[in-house]
């Protein structure tokens, strides 16, 4: 399903549940130590897709440890995203000679709380979305929104190092031809969040809200 957001060059593997088979390296096991055996299912899935998408770049398996913001720490020249939602779990991963970073994300196709949604949208993007939930309201747009900043969250940080916030974004949607562009507002100090546009495309199906963004080259100042 994801492979219908991704542009060539970029490899995944995706369950629709957790897999018996998935298993991980002792280093690994410590990040989920403390957590229930649901937990522990969905983190296991999501390295053992990981590792499935590595192998289709060639890359030999290793442990995949958690690094700042909790995201995984990808083998050198490699840049990926993982998420996980309900049933359903994906990993996503490139050269990064090919892409400079990725971002997925996965969420149930259900109203997003409004005090989430007047907290990460701008005054824009809560008209846009109450004007799509009008007229086509078997697409949860709020959630959407969230899904569409989630992502962007993921592909921006790892290039930064820091999240400019969810507030300080444009997003320009597609309501017909699942793309939009995400562009990063100037933060309150210059030059520290990558500026300039993001792509990615969205769908609906199987209840899951999914979006996809990529970054093909590394950002300018500015």
Same mark, same amino acid.
């Given at each position: 399903?994801?492979?219908?957001?991704?542009?060539?060059?970029?490899?995944?593997?995706?369950?629709?549940?957790?897999?018996?088979?998935? $298993?991980?390296?002792?280093?690994?096991?410590? +990040?989920?130590?403390?957590?229930?055996? @649901? #937990?522990?299912?969905?983190? +296991?899935?999501?390295?053992?897709? =990981?590792?499935?998408?590595?192998? #289709?770049?060639?890359?030999?398996?290793?442990?995949?440890?958690?690094?700042? &913001?909790? +995201?995984?720490?990808? /083998?050198?020249? *490699? %840049?990926?995203?993982?998420?996980?939602?309900?049933?359903?779990?994906?990993? %996503?991963?490139?050269?990064?000679?090919?892409?400079?970073?990725?971002?997925?994300?996965?969420?149930?196709?259900? /109203?997003?709380?409004?005090?989430?949604?007047? &907290?990460?949208?701008?005054?824009? @993007?809560?008209?846009? *979305?109450?004007?799509?939930?009008?007229? &086509? /309201?078997?697409?949860? $747009?709020?959630?959407?929104?969230?899904?569409?900043?989630?992502?962007?969250?993921?592909?921006?940080?790892?290039?930064?190092?820091? $999240?400019?916030?969810?507030? #300080?974004?444009?997003? *320009?949607?597609?309501?017909?031809?699942?793309?939009?562009? =995400?562009?990063?507002?100037?933060?309150?100090?210059?030059?520290?969040?990558?500026?300039?546009?993001?792509?990615? #495309?969205?769908?609906?199906?199987?209840?899951?809200?999914?979006?996809?963004?990529? &970054?093909?080259?590394? /950002?300018?100042?500015?």
């Amino acid at each position: 399903m994801i492979e219908e957001l991704l542009p060539p060059g970029v490899e995944h593997a995706e369950a629709f549940g957790d897999l018996a088979s998935a $298993w991980l390296y002792p280093a690994e096991e410590s +990040a989920v130590a403390g957590a229930g055996p @649901e #937990r522990r299912a969905e983190f +296991a899935t999501a390295r053992h897709l =990981a590792r499935r998408a590595l192998s #289709r770049l060639e890359v030999a398996p290793s442990p995949l440890l958690a690094g700042p &913001r909790r +995201a995984p720490q990808w /083998p050198a020249g *490699v %840049v990926g995203s993982i998420t996980h939602c309900a049933s359903y779990r994906v990993a %996503v991963v490139a050269r990064r000679r090919v892409f400079a970073s990725l971002g997925v994300d996965a969420e149930p196709n259900e /109203p997003l709380p409004v005090t989430v949604l007047r &907290r990460i949208a701008t005054e824009r @993007e809560l008209a846009w *979305v109450a004007d799509l939930l009008v007229r &086509r /309201p078997e697409v949860r $747009w709020d959630r959407l929104l969230f899904s569409v900043k989630e992502s962007l969250y993921k592909a921006c940080t790892p290039l930064a190092g820091q $999240w400019p916030g969810y507030d #300080r974004t444009d997003i *320009v949607l597609d309501a017909a031809g699942l793309a939009f562009s =995400a562009r990063l507002l100037p933060g309150p100090r210059p030059g520290l969040p990558p500026y300039g546009t993001f792509d990615g #495309r969205w769908l609906v199906r199987r209840d899951l809200v999914l979006t996809a963004v990529t &970054r093909s080259e590394r /950002p300018g100042p500015g």
